[in-house]
């Protein structure tokens, strides 16, 4: 993690934007040690959270795209690159069918639902208005709550990162 700490702390809001957009890199750890930057006055959180939010709907409105256009085989490959290749389709599906859209304030807290989502929103046909609202508003809180987290605890962010044998 210290590496991660001096990554974010050495290029800020550029982390913060390319890992939503895509970098290997685990999201909601960087959220959180960014969230802690912000407890020290280092980040600005309106900055962190419109770019996690725009970052995140960015891809994921490509993602949509994609399943609008190539259907199942788009959602597919979402699946087999997810944490929970097995689960994500019956996931995705189900939430869709129960839930529509409204299952994407809760999609990037859900194993498997979180890669499948975009595509599967795309897939049943949603409006892209109505798909980037509803994205919006779940990447908002998810952001939220990894930001909220680094700047409750950022004392306990800065201890562990400076006790860790592997920082």
Request: net charge positive; aromatic share 8%; glycine share 10%.
């Amino acid at each position: 993690m210290g590496h991660l700490v001096e990554l974010i702390n050495e290029h800020g809001y550029a982390v913060v934007l390319v890992e939503q957009m895509g970098l290997p890199v685990p999201a909601f750890p960087v959220l959180i040690v960014a969230g802690a930057l912000v407890a020290e006055g280092t980040l600005s959180a309106p900055v962190v959270l419109a770019l996690a939010i725009a970052a995140a709907l960015a891809g994921d409105l490509l993602w949509f795209q994609l399943g609008r256009r190539y259907g199942r085989s788009v959602l597919a490959t979402m699946c087999r690159l997810s944490w929970t290749p097995d689960g994500c389709a019956v996931t995705a599906t189900g939430a869709f069918r129960r839930f529509g859209l409204k299952s994407l304030l809760v999609a990037r807290f859900v194993p498997g639902l979180a890669a499948a989502a975009p595509s599967m929103a795309g897939l049943s046909g949603h409006r892209r208005m109505h798909f980037a609202a509803y994205d919006a508003a779940g990447g908002a809180l998810w952001a939220g709550a990894a930001v909220a987290t680094g700047y409750v605890f950022h004392r306990e962010v800065d201890a562990r990162v400076i006790a860790s044998p592997f920082a």
